[in-house]
T-cell receptor
Framework: DTGVSQDPRHKITKRGQNVTFRCDPI?????LYWYRQTLGQGPEFLTY????????KSRLLSDRFSAERPKGSFSTLEIQRTEQGDSAMYLC????????????????FGPGTRLTVL | QKEVEQNSGPLSVPEGAIASLNCTYS??????FFWYRQYSGKSPELIMS????GDKEDGRFTAQLNKASQYVSLLIRDSQPSDSATYLC????????????FGQGTILTVHP
């Protein structure tokens, strides 16, 4: 158990539709990351939250992508006007809040949401 | 040059052998290094972290770090078929907020 759940686990949508994914930490983690992984590649960083503040965004995060973490707990990632190139696994990762639980650089991934855009 | 590079393989070893996985990185200021294992269709699972030069052992796994050569490796002793997976090297590049930069992964197959 990595301490994070993601919903939905699978999403199939038609091109042009909007989709929203959710990441729920089971326990308190102040650092939350979103990554995207396409077939045969390693995960690519999308964005980072410390508590409710979005502190870093990748250039991969186009205007069609938006992420929120309104109360510093769960986070959502929305993709508007989906394109076939958005098909990927979207991963949420958490870092421990306190170094006593392991390095605060260590990231634990949730199960991911697999998006297929037809 | 990619920031983190791995040989994509596939690497095939017989059961019981030592599997050696390699990774190089470009940023000399990097301080934190991680190995993840990923089974097909699943999310990455943390195996090892290493921060200092030298070896770090955990069960059948040994991570090795050489910052002068900008090289990190993972050795798997007594390889088992259940070790067959993609192994991802991840590096916290420079002074980033903690985002990890991943290599493309090495596919490992352990055959009986």
């Amino acid at each position: 158990d990595t301490g994070v759940s993601q919903d939905p686990r699978h999403k199939i949508t038609k091109r042009g539709q909007n989709v929203t994914f959710r990441c729920d930490p089971i326990s308190e983690h102040n650092r939350l990351y979103w990554y995207r992984q396409t077939l045969g590649q390693g995960p690519e960083f999308l964005t980072y939250f410390q508590n409710e503040a979005q502190l870093e965004k990748s250039r991969l995060l186009s205007d069609r992508f938006s992420a929120e973490r309104p109360k510093g707990s769960f986070s959502t990632l929305e993709i508007q006007r989906t394109e076939q190139g958005d098909s990927a696994m979207y991963l949420c990762a958490l870092s421990p809040t306190r170094s006593g639980l392991g390095s605060t650089d260590t990231q634990y991934f949730g199960p991911g949401t697999r998006l297929t855009v037809l | 040059q990619k920031e983190v590079e791995q040989n994509s393989g596939p690497l095939s070893v017989p059961e019981g052998a030592i599997a050696s996985l390699n990774c190089t990185y470009s940023d000399r200021g990097s301080q934190s290094f991680f190995w993840y294992r990923q089974y097909s269709g699943k999310s990455p699972e943390l195996i090892m972290s290493i921060y200092s030069n030298g070896d770090k052992e955990d069960g059948r796994f040994t991570a090795q770090l050489n910052k002068a050569s900008q090289y990190v490796s993972l050795l798997i002793r007594d390889s088992q078929p259940s070790d067959s997976a993609t192994y991802l090297c991840a590096v916290k590049i420079g002074t980033s907020y903690g985002k990890l930069t991943f290599g493309q992964g090495t596919i490992l197959t352990v055959h009986p």
